[in-house]
């Protein structure tokens, strides 16, 4: 059980939660965002006291029960559910002994019929396993990769050119922290894969900042971001892009779009007809 980790996360979660989103009043000026300790005790069935040892970390080993009650209290995802039962040395079984490679064809189907919009398929090491026409003339042809350069962590971390290793993203830090964090997940999720800890080695040798980031335990999952990639032909795109999680296969779906009509969408549109004709950047 990691004591210290687990109060963090609890916080942060906490925080993360306004008395609206679980149907409960504001009430009174609150001194700090989200709900407060005895609202989440009291939302998960377990004590007051028992919770706030664990936000300070002087609680002893939470049970199943109580982990489901605060995952629940705190409206944790899937993703977010699954390294709260790691910090307190709960270990979630998967169903996989190895991150799901293979895409359904439903989910297929899906990203082909999404012909306004870039979207990719994602494991939770990042690692990109699908991707519609738009997804490649936005950020790159996957399809010219080798399997392991296909990873946006890695992709993020170890490009030999800083310029180009986030896709020309204007403020790469918070989708960075969501892609580490499925890849925390994915550690707890696979404890005995051979390839993720080789991954995990890997970038821990190659990217000091990687990690720093590793070792402070951050963990945050942004499941919808506004992103401005600077592509090399069109110039700066302002996108949306929403995470859905494809059940029972442990993979997200990843989805940037454009307001239509605006200056994006019409970059979009743009990008349907370059991205095959491989046009030059203008000068």
């Given at each position: 059980?990691?004591?210290?980790?687990?109060?963090?996360?609890?916080?942060?979660?906490?925080?993360?939660?306004?008395?609206?989103?679980?149907?409960?009043?504001?009430?009174?000026?609150?001194?700090?965002?989200?709900?407060?300790?005895?609202?989440?005790?009291?939302?998960?069935?377990?004590?007051?006291?028992?919770?706030?040892?664990?936000?300070?970390?002087?609680?002893?080993?939470?049970?199943?029960?109580?982990?489901?009650?605060?995952?629940?209290?705190?409206?944790?995802?899937?993703?977010?559910?699954?390294?709260?039962?790691?910090?307190?040395?709960?270990?979630?079984?998967?169903?996989?002994?190895?991150?799901?490679?293979?895409?359904?064809?439903?989910?297929?189907?899906?990203?082909?019929?999404?012909?306004?919009?870039?979207?990719?398929?994602?494991?939770?090491?990042?690692?990109?396993?699908?991707?519609?026409?738009?997804?490649?003339?936005?950020?790159?042809?996957?399809?010219?990769?080798?399997?392991?350069?296909?990873?946006?962590?890695?992709?993020?971390?170890?490009?030999?050119?800083?310029?180009?290793?986030?896709?020309?993203?204007?403020?790469?830090?918070?989708?960075?922290?969501?892609?580490v964090s499925y890849?925390?997940?994915?550690?707890?999720?696979?404890?005995?894969?051979?390839?993720?800890?080789?991954?995990?080695?890997?970038?821990?040798?190659?990217?000091?900042?990687?990690?720093?980031?590793?070792?402070?335990?951050?963990?945050?999952?942004?499941?919808?971001?506004?992103?401005?990639?600077?592509?090399?032909?069109?110039?700066?795109?302002?996108?949306?892009?929403?995470?859905?999680?494809?059940?029972?296969?442990?993979?997200?779906?990843?989805?940037?779009?454009?307001?239509?009509?605006?200056?994006?969408?019409?970059?979009?549109?743009?990008?349907?007809?370059?991205?095959?004709?491989?046009?030059?950047?203008e000068a």
């Amino acid at each position: 059980m990691d004591k210290l980790g687990l109060a963090n996360f609890l916080r942060g979660a906490r925080e993360r939660v306004s008395p609206a989103d679980v149907g409960l009043p504001e009430g009174r000026r609150r001194r700090t965002p989200g709900l407060r300790r005895e609202e989440v005790a009291q939302l998960a069935y377990i004590s007051v006291d028992h919770y706030t040892r664990l936000e300070q970390a002087r609680g002893r080993h939470p049970s199943r029960r109580v982990l489901d009650g605060i995952a629940r209290a705190l409206r944790l995802s899937d993703q977010e559910r699954a390294h709260l039962f790691h910090l307190a040395g709960e270990r979630e079984e998967s169903r996989f002994a190895e991150p799901v490679r293979e895409v359904r064809p439903s989910t297929l189907n899906l990203l082909n019929r999404l012909t306004d919009a870039a979207a990719i398929v994602v494991d939770d090491t990042c690692g990109v396993l699908a991707w519609n026409p738009l997804a490649a003339a936005l950020f790159e042809d996957f399809s010219a990769l080798a399997g392991q350069e296909r990873n946006v962590i890695r992709r993020y971390f170890l490009h030999p050119d800083p310029e180009r290793r986030h896709y020309g993203m204007g403020s790469p830090e918070r989708f960075v922290v969501t892609a580490v964090s499925y890849l925390r997940v994915a550690v707890t999720r696979y404890p005995d894969s051979r390839e993720l800890k080789s991954l995990v080695e890997e970038l821990l040798a190659g990217s000091e900042e990687f990690a720093r980031l590793w070792n402070s335990q951050r963990f945050h999952i942004e499941r919808h971001l506004r992103q401005t990639v600077r592509h090399p032909r069109v110039g700066p795109i302002e996108l949306d892009f929403d995470v859905l999680t494809v059940p029972d296969q442990e993979q997200q779906v990843v989805i940037f779009t454009a307001e239509p009509g605006s200056p994006a969408y019409e970059s979009l549109q743009f990008l349907k007809v370059i991205g095959a004709e491989q046009v030059p950047a203008e000068a």
